[in-house]
Structures are given as structure tokens and as C-alpha cells.
Nanobody, 130 residues
Framework: QVHLVDSGGGVVQTGGSLRLACAISGGTFSKYAMAWFRQAPGKERELVAAVNWSRRHTSTADAVTGRFTISRDNSKNTVTTYLQMNTLKPENTAVYYC?????????????????????WGQGTQVTVTS
């Protein structure tokens, strides 16, 4: 059974940076596509960024392009995905969720779709103060 643990959230001032991390345990790590989504109060969960197994393809929301970067470390026994967030703004305040597609790698065109992912972390709160 795949288990995702995301971490790294916190409170930061406008213009600051945070780095989120997501570690996977269990499963076979068989070419999982990985992503970060976020959900603000009263809003739907939305894509932040996604990356396929080989790291050749990514999908990033327009609102964070140039400020947020997704990366991953494909080690032998685990997979860790990171979200580097720079120049944070108050509108970036949300709960950030790590997600994985455990049946395997995703079709590139579907990387950014929430339906692609079937395993989720517990979420980590990011609060940006003005």
C-alpha cells in the first residue's frame, strides 16, 4: 500500500520562500507520476505542478510559473518529490497536497489533471502573510 507524507509548510511573509517535500513509502515505485495540488478555503483543489517519472515532462499552473519549481529524486527504495516556492504571495495561502499515480507513469497530456492521481498525502498548510 502506497503511503505519501508531505511536509515543509509553514508561515512566511510575502516574498519569502518555502520548500515542500513528499516522501513515498510502500508500493513498487513503478514509474509514478507525481504532482502537487493546493486547496484554499472555499475553493476547489487545483494543480500547482506535476512531473513524470523521467523528469522530462512537467506541467505547471500559469499562476506560479517562474516562481514555483517541481523536482523529484528517484532513488532505489523511495521517491521524494519537492516543490520549491519562491516569491510567495498571500494568494498562495492554501493546504498543499502531494499526489501520485500508482498504476504507473501518466500520459504526458494528462499530467495536470486531478483525475490522473489516485494516492494523496495528508496535506501541509502554507500561509503567506502580507
Amino acid at each position: 500500500q502506497v503511503h505519501l507524507v508531505d511536509s515543509g509548510g509553514g508561515v512566511v511573509q510575502t516574498g519569502g520562500s518555502l520548500r515542500l517535500a513528499c516522501a513515498i513509502s510502500g508500493g513498487t515505485f513503478s514509474k509514478y507520476a507525481m504532482a502537487w495540488f493546493r486547496q484554499a478555503p472555499g475553493k476547489e483543489r487545483e494543480l500547482v505542478a506535476a512531473v513524470n517519472w523521467s523528469r522530462r515532462h512537467t506541467s505547471t499552473a500559469d499562476a506560479v510559473t517562474g516562481r514555483f519549481t517541481i523536482s523529484r529524486d528517484n532513488s532505489k527504495n523511495t521517491v521524494t518529490t519537492y516543490l520549491q516556492m519562491n516569491t510567495l504571495k498571500p494568494e498562495n495561502t492554501a493546504v498543499y497536497y502531494c499526489a501520485a499515480r500508482t498504476p504507473g507513469n501518466a500520459i504526458v497530456s494528462t499530467l495536470g489533471q486531478i483525475e490522473t492521481y489516485d494516492a494523496w498525502g495528508q496535506g501541509t498548510q502554507v500561509t503567506v502573510t502580507s
